[in-house]
């Protein structure tokens, strides 16, 4: 490893390198790319069951599977492999990428479907640590992963309403599962646009890195902060069935709170140096904390569109400050690697674990055990403020 690694000295905006401005923008499509199916499972996964390709609870099962294979795959990656040889390994993981998705469109039973997402589920997390590998090494990480959740919002909302619009009506599941093939081979030209190798951060300890109490912290702050999310994103369309809201409005709901987002995404790289990460995060859990307990009170049409929406903004909102989060409990930048990885095993196993106390068909304890997990990642960032400060006093 060179002394330019070692001692952090970059050029300009990077701690090591200096990568073009084209090439920091196809990273972040390369990472884009794999986190389109977040935005996309409604439609697709709704399709498939639609099609009587899986039952509910396989349904839950195929989308759980891909989300902690993505979380996987991005660790792998991030943790495991050297950051060198990158565009060849974007075009191979691209590659395999298209591959799953073409097994997916045409794959028979609940089982087959599970490995072919698991599958793709890696590449994906592959694909997003190529863009994380590249944001960990900027002076100004949480600016541009304000910009990275902006694009693959965008990106997932204009390909969802393609989908939505014309492929699935004409040629079903399997269609949008091929569009996702195509779109995969088409960024081939763009993974040759990244950097060849990104200069070396270090990485002796990396495990040393993560395993102290401000890292872990910090990484299960932003693990249940996602779980709220992905329990009430989960069971938003059987929630609303139990208030009396219809599948369509539910639906319309989905699509909207999907624009909201991308304005949460755009809103915080505006404002994200202005407001301190503690405050952000503190704030946003209490709104999180908000939403939950309004979706758990029974509400309107009216009061369940707020609430949807509300949640919707603030999901990418958070994440430049959870960025932030991680660069701070690790200075060395490995516990910022693991950020996606956190937040992806909180979409996932959130569903799960709110799965456990749902009794019959009350939906309620969802929100419920979604305000729990609001108040948990609050209260962890509470313990990791507390350590950081004792750690400061003692140096």
Known sequence: MTSTSTSLQGDGDWLVGNPTGGQLASALWIGSVGLLILGLQPVLLGALYTEGHVSGDELALVATAEMIAIAIGSAIVAMLLSAHKMRWKSAVLLLLLALANVWTAYAAGASTLMVARALAGLAEGGLVAIATELIARSRRAERIGGFFVTIQTLAQCALALLLALYVVPAAGSAGGFLVLAVVCVASLVVAFAVPADYADLPKEENLANVLTVPSITALLSVFCYFMFFGAVWAFLEPLGAQFGIDGGTVGLIVSASLAAQVLGAMTATVF??????????????????????????????????????????????????????????????????????????????GPVAASLLIDGKDFRPVPEFAAASAVASVALLGLFVLVARRRRVVA
């Open 272 to 349: 994200e140096a202005r407001i301190d990460y503690r405050l952000a995060i503190a704030a946003i859990g209490i709104v999180a904390l908000a939403a939950s307990l309004v979706l758990a009170s029974g509400p309107g049409l009216t009061t369940f569109w707020v609430a949807a929406l509300v949640m919707g903004f603030i999901l990418l909102f958070i994440v430049p400050y959870q960025i932030r989060l991680a660069i701070t409990a690790d200075e060395r930048r490995t516990a910022v690697l693991l950020v996606p990885a956190a937040q992806l095993f909180g979409l996932a196993i």
